[in-house]
DNA sequence: CCGTTTCCATAACGAGCATTACGATAACGC
DNA sequence: GCGTTATCGTAATGCTCGTTATGGAAACGG
C-alpha cells in the first residue's frame, strides 16, 4: 500500500494542461519504461541517463513531469503494485487460505520470471541495501512490502476465525512464512532460476499448509 | 563456494613484507571493518569514503593492500562465508535430512538478526540490484549463493539414498526451497522483522518437511 | 649510514552522478 | 497575431565517485 506513503506534489501535472505548449510524450509509456529499469537496476543502479535513454525523452522533460528521481521511483512503485502486485489483493477474496496462499505463491513465480530482462521482484530488487541518501526509499519500500504482509495476516486471521484455519495456526507466522518463500523466489528468479523450479519451491512450501475443520484433504 | 571464482592478485601481497616500511595497520580488522560496511549498504552503495572511515586507514593504504573496490568486496565475501556462514558446510554434517534443514534455517534466522547495524545477508544485499558496472560482483554473488545451495542439494540427495527421505522427494526443489526461505527471511530481516519472527518463519518451513522410511515423527 | 624498498598522507585526477539555466519552440486565450 | 505559458533540446552546474600521482617517512640489507 505504497500509495499512503507517497510524495504526491507532482500527481497534478498529469492533468493536460491549458495553456503554453503541450507535452508532446505519453507520462504513462514513460512510466512503463522508468519502471523496467527500476525493476532492472534498482533505485540507486538507475542512472538518469538510463532512465531517459529508456523513455526516449530529454532529461529536463522527466524532471518537469515526475519532480525528481526519488519521486518517479515511487510513482513507479505505486504503479508496479496496481499493475504488477494486483494478485495480492485478488488473492485475498479467494474462498479458503490454502487457496489465498497458493495463489500468491504461484503468481509470483510467474511474476519474478515473466521478464527475462527483468527478472525477480521490483520491491526486492529496489534498495535492499545502498548507500544513506536512498534511506527513504529503502523506508517506502519496506512499507510497501509490510502493507502487503498485513493484508495478508488479516485475511488469515479471518481464515481463523472461520474454521478454515485451525485453532493452533499462528495467522502472523504463515503470513510471514508466505511472504518469505515469495521473497526468496524473487531472489532466486534474480539468481535466473526457471519458472519451473519456483513453481516446485511453491509447492513444497504449501505441502505444509494446516488443513482447517471444514477442510477436505487430498 | 566464491573462493573459486576469486582474483587472486593481491592474496600475496598478505604476506609480511621483508623489506622497507612495514604496513601499520591490520588486514584483518580492516578486512573485518569493509565486510560490515558492504553488509550494511551493499557493492555500489558502500563507497571508498564509507570504508576508509570504518577501516581508519586513507585510500590508498587500501588499494595496496587489496587492489581495488571489486578485489575487497570479493575478500570480504570469503571472509563472510568463513566467519559467517560457515553454518552451512557445518549443518551438512547432521544425521537427518530434516536437522540439515532446520540447522540451516535457525542459523540463518539467527544471523540475519545478529548485528541491528547490519541485518539481513551480505550476499543477498550486496548487488540483487545495480548497475551494469557492477555485474561481476553480481555474478560472483550468484555463483557463490548456487554454490551453497548445490551442497545442500548434494546432502539431501545422498539423504534420499539413504531413506532419509521418501523416494518422491525431490532434493532439488527441497533446497532450492530451504534456500528460498532463508533468503526470504533475509529479505524480511533488512526489513526489521525480530529473530522470534524469523524463527516462526522457520517453524512454519519446517513443519512440511517430508519424512523418510525410518523416521519416527512427532 | 647509505641505498633500496615499501608504506603513509595529501591532494589531485577524470568520469559519472542528479539536477537545472537557458533560449528556442509551440499551443493556447483574447 | 500577439502575449502568455509551458515544454522542448542543449549544455552546464556542483558534487561524489573510484582511482592514482606525488613526496616524505620508516624499516630493512649491506
Known amino acids: 500500500m505504497p ?23 505519453d507520462v504513462e509509456k514513460v512510466l512503463d519504461a522508468a519502471l523496467c529499469v ?12 538510463d532512465l531517459t535513454e529508456a523513455a526516449g525523452v ?12 526519488e519521486a518517479l521511483f515511487r510513482r513507479a512503485l505505486d504503479r508496479y503494485y496496481e499493475r504488477y502486485l494486483d494478485f495480492i489483493p485478488k488473492s485475498l477474496e479467494l474462498p479458503t487460505a490454502r487457496a489465498v496462499a497458493a ?29 544513506d541518501e536512498a534511506e527513504p526509499v529503502r523506508q517506502a519500500l519496506i ?26 495456526a499462528k495467522p502472523e507466522a504463515l503470513a510471514a512464512f508466505v ?4 521473497h526468496g523466489m524473487a531472489v532466486q528468479a534474480k539468481a535466473g532460476f526457471s519458472r ?3 513453481e516446485a519451491v511453491a509447492e513444497q512450501a504449501l505441502s505444509a499448509w494446516p488443513a482447517g475443520s471444514s477442510t477436505t484433504s487430498g
Not at 527500476?38 to 541517463?49: H, I, M, N, P
Request: proline share 2%; glycine share 10%; with cysteine.
Open 179 to 182: 511472504m518469505a518463500v515469495s
Open 103 to 131: 495463489h500468491i505463491l504461484y503468481s509470483a513465480a510467474e511474476l519474478h520470471t515473466r521478464h527475462s530482462h527483468h527478472t525477480g521482484c521490483l520491491g526486492i530488487n529496489g534498495v535492499l541495501a545502498g548507500s
Open 196 to 198: 519451473d523450479m519456483l
Open 58 to 69: 530529454e532529461r529536463p522533460a522527466l524532471y518537469s513531469a515526475f519532480g525528481n528521481k
Open 38 to 49: 527500476f525493476w532492472r537496476k534498482g533505485y540507486e543502479g538507475a542512472s538518469y541517463s
Open 3 to 25: 500509495s499512503s506513503v507517497l510524495n504526491n506534489d507532482h500527481y497534478e501535472k498529469d492533468r493536460v494542461a491549458l495553456m503554453g505548449r503541450h507535452r508532446e510524450f
Open 143 to 168: 512499507e510497501a512490502r509490510a502493507g502487503g504482509e498485513a493484508q495478508l495476516r488479516e485475511r488469515l486471521e479471518r481464515a481463523k476465525a472461520e474454521g478454515d484455519l485451525p485453532e493452533t
